[in-house]
């Protein structure tokens, strides 16, 4: 265009899935052939940084970690949902052992080589009770451990920790990734954020 900017207006945002089955919020977008004509270079320049505006703080933080070696766990909700915590507490007490991964029954608590397999499921399901307190508790509070964005109109969750958190009982990047990879945070209305949609 002649070295007019270019924008693209988003006209449709809608949930969907990769092809291993990972959710993403999706969006269509129009090429916007009358803003430049319409609007003073300086007031588009605004215009589109404003539509950044949003963005920007999680894909800075976001960049920041992975560039300092540090692990990142996202969740999202969409606009104007709430978190159901009911429901992620009834699909958490619906949790049977054999739904736990390996790698999850260890970051839980478990040592399966020491602990009677009669009470895996116990262990397991006292640390995602704690994990999902905790992450609500700073979720509706200081936001101390888990750090909350705007995201086009919705809201995204971060927790970043160092990769061996993923175990710890003080870490929200704990609470978060164990809450994830049990599936309890998506039964209570959060969705699993892909890095890469926060880096485009």
Do not use: N
């Amino acid at each position: 265009m002649d070295g007019a900017p270019v924008s693209w207006a988003v006209v449709e945002q809608r949930l969907a899935y990769d092809d291993a089955g990972e959710p993403f919020l999706g969006s269509i977008a129009e090429r916007d052939q009358g803003e430049s004509e319409s609007l003073p270079d300086h007031q588009l320049e605004h215009a589109l940084e404003g539509e950044r505006d949003d963005t920007d703080p999680a894909a800075s933080a976001l960049a920041g970690a992975m560039t300092a070696g540090r692990a990142v766990e996202l969740v999202g909700l969409e606009p104007g949902q709430a978190p159901d915590w009911s429901q992620a507490r009834d699909y958490l007490e619906s949790l049977g052992i054999e739904e736990i991964e390996d790698d999850l029954l260890e970051r839980t608590g478990v040592h399966p080589g020491r602990d009677r397999h009669a009470g895996w499921i116990d262990t397991v399901k006292a640390r995602l009770r704690d994990d999902l307190a905790s992450f609500r508790a700073d979720v509706d509070g200081p936001h101390d451990q888990i750090e909350e964005w705007d995201f086009r109109g919705g809201r995204i969750f971060a927790a970043l920790g160092d990769f061996d958190d993923d175990s710890s009982p003080s870490s929200g990047f704990g609470w978060m990734s164990r809450l994830v990879d049990a599936g309890i945070l998506q039964a209570g209305g959060f969705y699993r954020v892909r890095k890469s949609l926060l880096l485009l």
